[in-house]
């Protein structure tokens, strides 16, 4: 099949993206999209994963010989705010992917995404894999390209899916989480997959909570950060 995705311009900020296909090589994907961001002399694609334990973003050449990965996230733009097009097959099964904990910085942290081209329900997500995560980081964290909460990410941990009860991932998304000690690994299951018509973590979405939460806000002379704290059944004093 062949899917379009939208991608962020370069000069609104990057976008998190993860193929909803398999088997199309980064070359064959070039060729068919002349609009993703380059160097003058377009041998080098701002188009890459985040590596451990390098811990950083790597930048594809021109000669990379790399097959996009369902599954897999890469930070990306586009020249135009235009649209991707992937072309593969589709994953029917599962898809397992593993993450690690290594590296000197931002060791356990790992750029991934929704491997299907439908949307995959948050709450079936994180009940899959919250064992598989950073005890105190457990939530998908998405990139919102939007510095008001000082931050640029929206996180969606369980307490968020108790109070957006439906909330969906939308194709073609990436995002990171955060691997435990010794590494793990993450599966999608057909099972998550469902219908909607949301949009991504950078269009933004607005909480139609009922249960109670706050947001606390911190904010120096060139910063703002925002923590929300919600008050559910599976709240402890601590």
């Given at each position: ?102 590296g000197p910085n931002y060791d356990k942290w790992n750029l991934i995404g929704n491997p299907y081209p439908t949307y995959i329900s948050l709450a079936d997500f994180l009940t899959a894999n919250i064992s598989e995560l950073d ?87 060139t910063n703002t950060f925002g923590t929300e704290i919600y008050f559910n059944d599976n709240t402890t004093t601590g």
């Amino acid at each position: 099949v062949k899917y379009n995705r939208h991608v962020n311009s370069n000069a609104g900020g990057n976008d998190l993206i993860a193929p909803p296909v398999n088997g199309q090589s980064f070359v064959d994907f070039l060729s068919n999209n002349n609009n993703v961001f380059a160097n003058a002399t377009e041998t080098l694609f701002l188009f890459g994963p985040f590596e451990t334990p390098t811990n950083d973003y790597t930048l594809f050449a021109n000669t990379e010989t790399s097959t996009l990965e369902a599954g897999k996230g890469y930070r990306v733009a586009s020249t135009d705010n235009g649209t991707f097009t992937f072309s593969g097959s589709v994953s029917t099964g599962n898809v397992d992917i593993s993450i690690s904990k290594e590296g000197p910085n931002y060791d356990k942290w790992n750029l991934i995404g929704n491997p299907y081209p439908t949307y995959i329900s948050l709450a079936d997500f994180l009940t899959a894999n919250i064992s598989e995560l950073d005890l105190f980081s457990a939530a998908v964290y998405g990139y919102d390209a939007d510095d008001t909460n000082g931050s640029n990410w929206t996180i969606w941990n369980l307490a968020y899916s108790d109070a957006n009860p439906g909330t969906l991932i939308t194709p073609g998304q990436g995002f990171f989480v955060s691997s435990k000690d010794g590494g793990a690994n993450i599966s999608f299951t057909p099972s998550m997959r469902a219908t909607g018509s949301s949009d991504d973590f950078i269009a933004g979405r607005n909480s139609n909570s009922t249960i109670g939460h706050s947001i606390l806000s911190i904010e120096s002379a060139t910063n703002t950060f925002g923590t929300e704290i919600y008050f559910n059944d599976n709240t402890t004093t601590g």
